[in-house]
Each structure stands twice: as C-alpha cells, then as structure tokens.
C-alpha cells in the first residue's frame, strides 16, 4: 500500500511539474510575439538618422575597406562586416539593416531567461525576460541600425556559457568545448563593441572567485589561461588600433 502511495504522490508530482514546463513555455512564446510586434511593426516609419546612415555607408563598402575606416573610428569592425554579409542577402535598404539590430532584440529575451534561470530561477528568469520584451530603451535600440543588440545578445551567450563552464555537473569533455564557445563569443563580442571588455573583466573576476573555492585546481586555471591567451592572440592585429 505504501508503494503504491509512493507511486500515485510522485506521478501527481511529475505531472504538475510537467504542466509547469508547459505554462513557462507558453508563456515565454507570448513573450516572444509581444518583443517581435514591438521591435518590428513600423520598422521604417522613423527616417534614417546620422549614426544609422553611416553605418549602412561602412556597411555597403568592401570588407577590407570597411576594416581600414573603423581602424579611425570609435568602434571595432566586426558588426560592419557581418551587417556587410547580411544586407547582400537580405538587400541594402534601412529596412533589412534594421531588421538585423530587430532579430537580436528578439532572440535576447529568450537567452536573458535562460541565463536569470540558471543564476536565480524560473521567476527571475521570466522577470528578466519580461522587463527585456517590454524596456522601451531596448526597444528603441533594437529598432535602429546599429550595433547594440548584437553586443547584448554576445554578452548574454558568453555569460551563459561561463555559468555553464563553472557548474559543477559539467563533465571535463563538456567543458573543454564550452571553453571553445565561451572564446568564439567572447571574441566576437570584443570585435562588435569596446564595452565588452566590462563584462569579460566580470567574467575573469567571477571565474577567479569560482577556481579559488574550488581548491585552485591546476586544470582548472589552465584552461582559463589557455583562452586569455588565445582570445589575446586572435585580438591582437587590433590592439594598435
């Protein structure tokens, strides 16, 4: 009889978690629509304004071109070229520019769930998720031609794949191509925007804090190495500039 209760408790258990599941997808998909309507109806009401000109102008040239104008301006090269490959596709018009800083702004509200459920739970997740489809600075940021989104959406995967790396469970196997994610990301989001730099200087403090407790594991600290050097040595033709 007591297998039996046992038995009956932990189907109800698993059903209710299973509807759960179901109400965050749900709800998450409605979160999703809602960000698209905002960051998509109307995209080319607004004129061009200066900023988003010059960036189509750079976009437009060759890739070497392009690299050889940011090398005297404020920013690294990297959203030009991609922004470059994407509007031969998709055409040159302000519309396919913006559509591209638009599908970031989108796909960062499922990744910030994603990355508020593995720091501090589903419910901080969807707040997360929430403030991120709703936030009128993102929204406006995600409706012009520029660079922001992109850096947003790198940032948000590194940090998740960093959080992935220092979790316990993570296999040896696991984590040594995490390490090569974490790098490609990181690297990209460094090309995109100089800001970046701020958030991989937490990325090493917070991994500093993690080996510490850990028992500074020989291996550990050496991977963490291994990646500084190579990010360092793939951003080095940049470092002059």
């Known amino acids: 009889m007591a297998d039996s209760s046992d038995c009956d408790t932990s189907a109800a258990g698993e059903e209710h978690e299973g509807k759960a599941v179901r109400g965050t ?34 976009a437009k040239m060759p890739c070497a071109q392009a690299i050889a104008f940011t090398a005297q301006d404020v920013h690294p090269p990297l959203y030009y070229i991609i922004l470059h490959l994407w509007l031969r596709v998709c055409g040159d018009a302000a519309l396919s ?3 591209f800083s ?5 796909a960062t509200v499922p990744l910030i769930y994603i990355v508020g459920k593995r720091t501090l739970g589903k419910g901080v997740g969807l707040i997360a ?48 191509s995490l390490w090569v994610v974490y790098l490609v990301s990181a690297l990209m989001a460094s090309y995109v925007h100089y800001f970046a730099f701020l958030i991989l200087l937490v990325h090493a403090a917070y991994y500093a804090v993690w080996w510490l407790a850990r028992g500074r594991q020989l291996h550990c ?17 940049w470092f002059p500039v």
């Open 97 to 99: 520019a913006r559509m």
């Open 25 to 58: 997808h749900w709800i998450m998909i409605a979160f999703i629509l809602v960000a698209a309507a905002l960051r998509l109806l109307l995209l080319e009401d607004q004129s061009l304004w200066y900023d988003e000109g010059f960036t189509i102008l750079l």
């Open 221 to 237: 600290g050496r991977h963490a190495i291994t990646i500084a050097v190579l990010w360092a040595l793939a951003y080095s033709p």
């Open 102 to 106: 638009a599908l970031f702004g989108i």
């Open 129 to 176: 998720a929430l403030l991120a489809t709703l936030s009128p600075f993102y929204i406006y940021y995600s409706r012009e031609a520029r660079m922001y989104t992109l850096l947003t959406f790198l940032s948000l995967l590194s940090s998740y794949i960093m959080l992935r790396i220092t979790d316990e469970r993570c296999s040896t196997e696991t984590r040594a």
